[in-house]
Each structure stands twice: as structure tokens, then as C-alpha cells.
């Protein structure tokens, strides 16, 4: 089989498998009509009749509840977020499969597109590689961003993250990545 042919099966069974996972877990959306506290991270519901110790009787009833579905939906927010990523990585390496696949291309348009998959493909094992390290730090979960300037977003699932762990973090991916630490940016999700 030749090159083009290897390229055109391993992304359209990138995109089948994508889509399979995305068919079985659902849309994930944000939920927007409820108040996240910042300090804790807690979902909070502001209705309801306060009782003696002046907490909101179907908090108190519902604030395990609430933890818990706070977890998952943040766990969720990092699963879509990496679904996103993957989708947009899929739609533009099939943008440059069809430049390969075109027998009316140029050499150089060819010998780009091909550039650009090689250069999607070594990004999205960077930050796949990267997420991992990540988890094994500590966190429950992280989400890698290489921008098109080559900045790095890091959003992490944490209630706080300490100076010392932004400072860590920072090193990963500075050294990781190889990208200086002015490009890093360290964001965190409870």
C-alpha cells in the first residue's frame, strides 16, 4: 500500500472510532443555570426554606449530591474538551487528506499537507503525552492546548492549585514541550 492510502485509513478509522465515543457518551454541555461557589468549588442551589442553622434545607438534603455531580460534570468538561480538540485535529487532517488524495496537486501542496498532518499528528501525542504526566502528578484530570502561536494551555482538575504545583507544572511542560515558560499558562477546574 503506499503512503497516501496508509494516511487515508488510519484518519478515516480515527474519525469512526471518534465518533462511536462520541455517539455512546453524548453531547457534553456546560451546565449554565447554576451558581459555582470559588472558594469551594461546590454547586450551589439558591432556592428553598432555610433552616435553624440558616443553610438552605435542600442544600443541606442535596449538598453530597451536589459534590458528586460537580465532579462529574467537571470530569465531563475535560472529556469534551478533549473530544473537541480531537474533532477539530480530525477536521483539519481531512482537509490536508484531500490535498493528498487529489491527483490534479502540486508537489509543494502535497509535500505541505503532508507537512501539516506530521505536524498535527506530533502535537496531539505531545499533549496526549503530556495529560498523562500530568495525571500522574496527581490530578484527577488535565487538558493540554497547543495554540497555533505555540502557546500552551493547561487546564488541570483541582479545587487549588498551590505556587509550587503552577511552578511544577510550568517545568513539565517547558521541558516536555519545549516551549519557554512565558508561553505556558496554568489554569485549574474543581
Known sequence: MNKQTVWLVTMLTLMVVLSAYYIVTGPVEPATDQTVSE???D???KTGEKDDGGELKEEKGKKAKDQTASAE???DYFVGYQLQRSSLRSKMTEEYMKVLTDPEA???ALKEAQSKIDELMK???SESVMEDLIREEGFRDAVVI???DH????IVQSDKLSKKQV????????KQLGVPATQVSIAHRG
Open 167 to 174: 511552578v511544577k507544572l510550568i517545568g513539565m511542560v517547558k
Open 73 to 75: 460534570t467537571d470530569s
Open 43 to 45: 454547586v450551589q442551589v
Open 106 to 108: 502540486s508537489k509543494e
Open 123 to 125: 502535537v496531539d501525542k
Open 39 to 41: 472558594d469551594s468549588g
Open 151 to 154: 502557546f500552551v494551555d493547561v
Open 146 to 148: 497547543t495554540n497555533d
